[in-house]
Structure formats: C-alpha cells, structure tokens
C-alpha cells in the first residue's frame, strides 16, 4: 500500500518496468501476439532488403548508375565497411559487431515487456535491418549499397540500402517510444533524485 498524501485514502502500488507499463496485466496470449509481430516485421525487412539487393546484383554491374530522377540513382555499390564505410576490409570485426548488436536487443526485450507496438515494431525494423546486412556480409563479405541521393549541388547522401534504412527508421523510432513513455525523464529522476 502507498500513501497519496491524504490520510483518509491509500493508494495499491502496481510493479511496473521502468517504462511504466503494469506488468501484472501481462498475458501469455498478449506476449505471443508481441512475438508474434516482432517476428512478422523481422521477416519483411529481410525479405525486402535480400530481393531489392538481388534485383540491383543481377541487373546492375558494380558501380553500374540507374537514374530515377535527377536526385535519385540506383547505383551497385560493394560496400566492404560499415556505416559510411567506416571499417572498410574488416568484415569479419563487423560481424562480430553486429551480432553483439542484436544478442544485446534480444536481452534488451526482456526489459520492455509489456511491450507496446511501436517498441516491438521498432525492434523488428533494428534486427531485420541487422540480419539482412549480415547475410550479406557472410555470403559475399560486403553489403549491396544502392540507393543514392543527391541532396544539394554536388553532395550525395552515401549509398544506404533497405536494411540500412530500416535500421535508421527503428533505431529514431525507439527513441520516440522511449521519450514518450517518459523512460528518459525516470532514468533523469533516478541519477538526480534527491540524496538520503
């Protein structure tokens, strides 16, 4: 029992996670769907990231341009680094990297249920992001890069591709889920409350 501050009325405490969500309404059925959902997004990004980088393979040579419009290209990049082809020639470092990545988002999910979809969906998009450009990285020891913008006169945007951008969308995403929660606000109160 917690006391609200009136002596006539007392307030049940609830155990919540540290975004706030009531883990005592949490189901075996609520957390499959979650499951269930992560998985689905998971499996697209994939899906969509392996057939786009096999369509540019096959009907692009390497560093072969396909324009859109005047700011947009396809173009066959062999992207031997990482992002912004940091680590260029270390992919097996990379590998490495990405696992970790995504074992240590795994062990992060533990920490986020109940779950709410823009999390879950969030998660889904950082690992189908992650897998697909490993894939790549083991079968070929590069990621196919092929999207390419021009932003302004002569600066281009370096070639990303679907699994890069899902990367970007579920990493910007999560952050939101974060702030909206309030997580950031209640880790912010833990590290400055008050000292006994």
Same mark, same amino acid.
């Given at each position: 029992?917690?006391?609200?501050?009136?002596?006539?009325?007392?307030?049940?405490?609830?155990?919540?996670?540290?975004?706030?969500?009531?883990?005592?309404?949490?189901?075996?059925?609520?957390?499959?769907?979650?499951?269930?959902?992560?998985?689905?997004?998971?499996?697209?990004?994939?899906?969509?990231?392996?057939?786009?980088?096999?369509?540019?393979?096959?009907?692009?040579?390497?560093?072969?341009?396909?324009?859109?419009?005047? $700011? @947009? !290209?396809? #173009?066959?990049?062999?992207?031997?680094?990482?992002?912004? /082809?940091?680590?260029?020639?270390?992919? &097996?470092? *990379?590998?490495?990297?990405?696992?970790?990545?995504?074992?240590?988002?795994?062990?992060?999910?533990?920490?986020?249920?109940?779950?709410?979809?823009?999390?879950?969906?969030?998660?889904?998009?950082?690992?189908?992001?992650?897998?697909?450009?490993?894939?790549?990285?083991? $079968? @070929? !020891?590069? #990621?196919?890069?092929?999207?390419?913008?021009?932003?302004? /006169?002569?600066?281009?945007?370096?070639? &990303?591709? *679907?699994?890069?951008?899902?990367?970007?969308?579920?990493?910007?995403?999560?952050?939101?889920?974060?702030?909206?929660?309030?997580?950031?606000?209640?880790?912010?109160?833990?590290?400055?409350?008050?000292?006994?």
């Amino acid at each position: 029992m917690q006391d609200n501050g009136s002596p006539s009325k007392l307030v049940t405490s609830k155990e919540t996670d540290f975004v706030g969500e009531d883990k005592s309404k949490v189901s075996p059925g609520k957390y499959r769907s979650k499951l269930r959902l992560l998985l689905i997004v998971t499996a697209l990004v994939v899906t969509l990231d392996q057939l786009s980088k096999l369509w540019i393979r096959t009907h692009l040579a390497p560093r072969e341009s396909l324009p859109i419009t005047d $700011r @947009l !290209s396809l #173009v066959n990049i062999e992207n031997t680094g990482g992002a912004f /082809g940091l680590l260029a020639n270390q992919t &097996f470092l *990379i590998i490495i990297i990405s696992i970790a990545g995504l074992l240590f988002i795994l062990l992060f999910l533990r920490y986020l249920s109940p779950a709410t979809t823009l999390s879950i969906v969030s998660i889904g998009l950082i690992m189908g992001g992650g897998v697909g450009n490993i894939i790549d990285r083991i $079968r @070929l !020891s590069y #990621v196919t890069d092929f999207i390419y913008f021009r932003l302004w /006169g002569d600066f281009h945007w370096p070639a &990303f591709n *679907i699994a890069d951008a899902a990367l970007t969308v579920g990493i910007f995403a999560l952050i939101y889920y974060f702030y909206k929660s309030g997580a950031f606000r209640k880790a912010y109160g833990r590290d400055h409350g008050p000292q006994d």
